[in-house]
């Protein structure tokens, strides 16, 4: 296993749409799932995409730490796997989230996401997965599928006057 470099603001693999992962079951898909986990624990994040690291195909990790977790129908939960992800919203409603991103340290926006999505995908062994998710899940679950799509959070900012350096962000708030 390793700890794989990060892909930064301005990198073209983060700025297309991902590839679909034509075989769950290849030891290359283990070892890049792998090799994510010990980037995301090392990182100290809560969700990684494929293309973060380089590798432009439709997987990413997530996770929802206990300090994170918004009550029932959002329990913490270890690092997950979500491969050719499809996600679409339950509702209409968004709700603003404050987002940080491994690709643009350093920096927090105030982004508008739907509050419950459906979810459906493949996990690492190559079974299917789907659900619901609400609350920091959702969150989690939209930006990284955003990364599968060649997005990054700015781009969903309504205001940019919400867009600050983490340390400033801790100190003043968002501004409303």
């Not at 996990?123 to 299917?128: E, F, L, S, T, Y």
Request: proline share 7%.
């Amino acid at each position: 296993m390793a700890i794989l470099k990060i892909a930064r603001m301005g990198h073209p693999v983060l700025l297309k749409r991902a590839e679909d992962v034509a075989d769950v079951s290849t030891p290359d898909v283990g070892l890049l799932i792998q090799d994510m986990m010990e980037t995301l624990a090392d990182a100290g994040g809560v969700g990684l995409a494929a293309p973060q690291v380089y590798v432009s195909k439709r997987l990413f990790l997530y996770s929802v730490p206990e300090s994170r977790s918004e009550g029932e129908e959002d329990p913490p939960c270890g690092v997950q796997v979500l491969i050719n992800p499809v996600l679409e919203p339950v509702g209409e409603e968004l709700v603003p989230r404050l987002e940080g991103c491994l690709s643009i340290p350093g920096l927090r926006g105030e982004v508008p996401r739907y509050k419950r999505v459906r979810y459906a995908g493949y996990d690492h062994r190559g079974q299917p997965v789907e659900g619901v998710a609400s609350g920091f899940l959702a969150n989690v679950m939209q930006h990284e599928m955003d990364h599968l799509d060649g997005i990054l959070y700015p781009m969903r900012m309504d205001d940019l006057g919400k867009l600050g350096f983490d340390t400033e962000i801790t100190r003043y708030g968002v501004r409303t």
